[in-house]
Nanobody
């Protein structure tokens, strides 16, 4: 199983970025893809997740209304559209896959397969 993030970068506060998570190596129907982030000196935080079974999504309170998760099943890619970015959104963003599940969670320790992370920096 491979999970690869892309799309990070430097953006000014109020700006937008779209992260991509390309995954491969499994053909199961039921899985979840989650986005997480970790800022220096802080614990890893669940940002959002999406279930492959019904497309249901979850968001952390800190990003609700600003971030949107979506999936392109034909391309095995999940996106995280991040709008109205704030300096406190600065972190390394990770994508992860949780297999054999019909719902998703933003609890990071159930995810088995992780990408290498992509840096998002929001300047004030």
């Amino acid at each position: 199983v491979q999970v690869v993030e892309s799309g990070g970068g430097l953006v000014q506060a109020g700006g937008s970025l779209r992260l991509s998570c390309a995954f491969s190596g499994f053909t199961f129907d039921d899985y979840a893809i989650g986005w997480f982030r970790q800022a220096p000196g802080k614990e890893r935080e669940g940002v959002s997740c999406i279930s492959s079974r019904d497309g249901s999504t979850k968001y952390a309170d800190s990003v609700k209304g600003r971030f949107t998760i979506s999936s392109d099943n034909a391309e095995n890619t999940v996106y995280l559209q991040m709008n109205s970015l704030k300096p406190e959104d600065t972190a390394v963003y990770y994508c992860a896959a949780d297999l054999y599940v019909s719902t998703c969670t933003t609890w990071y320790n159930v995810y088995d397969y992780w990408g290498q992370g992509t840096q998002v920096t929001v300047s004030s």
